[in-house]
C-alpha cells in the first residue's frame, strides 16, 4: 500500500471518527445490527467520506445526497463484487457531486428492476436487507403493542422477518411460492405477533389480535408497514401483494431519488 507509519499515526484517529459517524448514520437509516447490513464492502467508502466530511456529513443538502448515494449502491446492487475501483471512485465522485458536480457512477447507473421484488426470497440479499430496513424507516409499529420498532424495541422486542399471509395459509392456499415467499408478502414483527399470527389467515389472526388492541389503533400499526387493511381483513392475496408492491417501490425510488415505474 505503499502507507507509511507516519500517515497511518496522523489520520487513524479521524478514520476511527468516520467509522463511528457512518455507524450513526446507518442507525438512522434503520439499520440496527449486523446481520442486517445490506454491504460490509460499502462501510469502506461511506466512513471514508464520513472522514472527510466530518461534522458536514449532517449538513441538510450534504446529507441527502449521502442517502441517495447510499441506497443507490444497496438497490443497485453495486457493492457485490470487484469493490476496489468503486470505492475510489465513489469517495471522489461523491465530493464531486456534494461540491455541485454530476452524479458519481454508482447514482447515475444504479437501477432497480420491479420485477426483482419477486426474486427477494431470503435476508442474504442486500436488497432483500434494504426492504426491511426502509420499512422500518417509515415508522413500522409492533401490530400488538403499537411501539415504533426504533432501536430499543427492535432488540427487546426480539424483532425479524416474518410473513404477512402466514406460509401455512399459503400453502393450503395454493398460492405462487414466488409471491407468497417474497420481500413483499414479508414485514418486521415481534416475537410475540409472531406467535398470535400462527399459520392462521389474516383475517383470524386480526380478531385475535383484537381482543387487546383496538380495531382504530391495529388498523393504523398495519397501515405502518405499507399493508393494505381492507385487503388483508379479507384475505384478499393478489389485492395486497400488488398494493404492497407498489408501495415498497415508491420508497425505494424515494431512497434512490428516483422515480420507479
Known sequence: LSLRLSDYKAYADEMVNGYI?????????????????????????????????????????IKEKLIHWYWSGVFGEMYGSANETRYANDVSGVLVWIGGGSEPDTVARAFFHPIRLLS??????????????????AGARDFISGSKMDFTNFIDG???????FPQKHCEQKGYDKRKWNSIINKTPLTARTNRTIGG??????LRAIEGSVAVEALNANIESHL????????????????????AILELIGKAMGKTIN
Not at 23 to 51: E, G
Not at 200 to 205: D, F, G, L
Not at 227 to 246: C, G, Y
Open 21 to 61: 459517524r457512518a455507524a450513526r448514520f446507518l442507525v438512522q437509516q434503520s439499520i440496527l445490527t449486523t446481520r442486517d447490513l445490506p454491504y460490509t464492502t460499502q462501510l469502506v467508502p461511506l466512513s471514508v467520506l464520513m472522514t472527510l466530511l466530518g461534522n458536514r456529513s449532517e449538513d441538510g443538502t
Open 120 to 137: 427477494l426470497q431470503t435476508r442474504n440479499g442486500a436488497a432483500y436487507k434494504g426492504v426491511m430496513a426502509l420499512i422500518l424507516l
Open 158 to 164: 426480539q424483532v425479524d422477518i416474518h410473513h404477512v
Open 200 to 205: 392462521n389467515a389474516p383475517s383470524q389472526y
Open 227 to 246: 399493508i393494505d387493511v381492507s385487503s388483508l381483513r379479507q384475505d384478499d392475496f393478489d389485492t395486497f401483494f400488488a398494493l404492497r408492491a407498489r
